[in-house]
């Protein structure tokens, strides 16, 4: 099981730090990537860290702004994500799969994700 934590309200330009904790397994062989879906929209992969913690960015819309970055002794991945735009206002989405990222952000072999629940961001002035 996988639980996100972190989102809110925040302004634009300003910053959020999303958590997501494992439970009942372990992070340290697994691909760990976000996940976006804003209102209307369909769901789309931002980015990813791979078991040996390499970063693929799925949306370009976030280089240079979001962080992904894992705590294997703590089981957790977060997202730091800064100078935050309305457009980056969705649910967000954790997810991890025991392959690569390339794997994870294709959604190539979903029978084998684990998906948290989600967290509310929201960029509002």
Do not use: H
């Not at 240079?64 to 089981?75: E, L, Q, T, V």
């Not at 991890?96 to 294709?106: D, F, K, M, N, R």
Request: proline letters at 2%.
């Amino acid at each position: 099981q996988l639980v996100e934590s972190g989102g809110g309200l925040v302004q634009p330009g300003g910053s959020l730090k999303l958590s997501c904790a494992a439970t009942g397994f372990s992070l340290d062989y697994y691909a760990i990537g976000w996940f976006r879906q804003a209102p209307g929209k369909e769901r789309e992969g931002v980015l990813c860290i791979s078991s040996s913690n390499s970063t693929t960015y799925s949306a370009d819309s976030v280089k240079g702004r979001f962080i992904i970055s894992r705590d294997n002794a703590k089981n957790m991945a977060y997202l730091q994500m800064n100078s935050l735009k309305f457009e980056d206002t969705a649910e967000y989405y954790c997810a991890a799969v025991g392959s690569g990222c390339s794997e994870l952000l294709a959604r190539r072999y979903p029978y084998l994700e684990t998906w948290g629940q989600g967290t509310l961001v929201t960029v509002s002035s």
